[in-house]
């Protein structure tokens, strides 16, 4: 149909997507991340603030024994020879 903007698989073209924004904003809320393409390359990705936050959000602090216990560090070996120093000439 002429006239009729061209979105595929959650993919824009930069001119549609600027038509019909609200449109691009709904769609990343229901149906997830919205792509938009330059002259016919990925550009942008348009997502939710949930999603963002979904994939910004930093993993929680341990307190730095339980990070360190956690390390399975308990099969290293650390012992070696007792360093004497090197011999030098004066």
């Known amino acids: ?4 903007p061209t979105v ?6 930069l001119e549609d997507a ?3 924004f609200s449109e691009v904003v ?4 229901t149906d997830g991340p919205q792509h938009v393409t330059v002259r016919g390359r990925d550009s942008v990705v348009v997502i939710s603030t949930e999603e963002l ?7 929680p ?10 390390l399975g560090l308990d099969t ?3 012992e070696r020879e007792a ?3 090197r011999d030098i000439d004066l």
């Open 1 to 4: 149909m002429p006239g009729k």
């Open 8 to 13: 595929q698989d959650n993919s824009w073209k």
């Open 18 to 20: 600027k038509a019909r």
């Open 26 to 29: 709904r769609r990343a809320h």
């Open 53 to 59: 936050e979904r994939l910004t959000r930093a993993n």
């Open 61 to 70: 602090k341990k307190p730095f024994v339980e990070f360190m216990e956690g």
């Open 76 to 78: 290293l070996e650390l």
């Open 83 to 85: 360093d004497r120093g």
